[in-house]
């Protein structure tokens, strides 16, 4: 079943199973129907007891952005978004949404450019706009301008090594992946162990 709705409201919820609603773990699946009945607290309860189990669940973060705009915080929706963006830089939906939620003036790639100098957020924004549309060269300084704002930020050290991987860097793309191992971020270990492991001489 796939169940969308359009952002920002729906903040684009959605389940994709193999034809099995039993395959979506219960409190998902509670937490969307809650959503769906209007009963947003008892919607809340079942995304945020998702995340406890599964703090990477992109369909309870997609939720609990819902949720957010419902209330109209729509700060508290773009960092939802923001998370789902740290663990899946292509995510077309959160970054949609997120860009909806960016006022005008500033939602072009060069109202990105001018608050990255500043912000990490944005320039994390902007290094994932980049990645999405392969320009590498691009994306390797946003993440890196990222990285210099927020240096202890590991999930920005682990974008940062993909971009350099991309440049064929791979010197420094190995730096960045023991940077991002060294600290504590939502990407996915196995993948950084297993790209470094790849780099490094034998």
Same mark, same amino acid.
Request: glycine fraction near 6%; hydrophobic fraction near 40%; charge should be neutral.
């Given at each position: 079943? +796939? ?6 409201? %729906?903040? %684009? ?23 769906? $009945? ?7 309860? %079942? ?5 406890? $189990? ?20 729509? #700060? ?15 995510? +077309? ?39 999405? $549309?392969?320009?590498?060269? +691009? #994306? $390797? ?41 060294? %600290? ?8 950084? +162990? #297993? ?8």
């Amino acid at each position: 079943m +796939e169940e969308r709705s359009g952002a920002p409201n %729906g903040a %684009g919820i959605r389940f994709e199973t193999q034809n099995n609603e039993a395959a979506v773990p219960l409190p998902l699946a509670m937490a969307y129907r809650s959503f769906q $009945q209007g009963d947003y607290r008892a919607a809340e309860e %079942g995304y945020r007891r998702m995340l406890q $189990q599964d703090a990477r669940n992109r369909d309870a973060l997609l939720g609990m952005a819902a949720l957010a705009m419902k209330r109209g915080a729509g #700060a508290e929706a773009a960092h939802f978004y923001r998370q789902i963006l740290s663990l899946y830089p292509r995510d +077309e939906v959160a970054q949609s949404a997120l860009y909806s939620l960016t006022p005008a003036n500033e939602s072009s790639e060069a109202g990105l450019r001018q608050l990255s100098a500043q912000q990490a957020d944005a320039a994390f924004a902007l290094a994932n706009l980049y990645a999405g $549309q392969n320009r590498w060269s +691009e #994306a $390797q300084g946003a993440y890196f301008q990222a990285l210099s704002l927020d240096a202890g930020n590991a999930d920005y050290a682990f974008n940062l090594a993909i971009s350099l991987e991309h440049l064929q860097e791979n010197k420094s793309a190995a730096r960045y992946y023991r940077q991002a191992l060294a %600290g504590k971020g939502t990407f996915d270990r196995a993948i950084a +162990e #297993a790209r470094l492991k790849a780099l490094e001489p034998q």
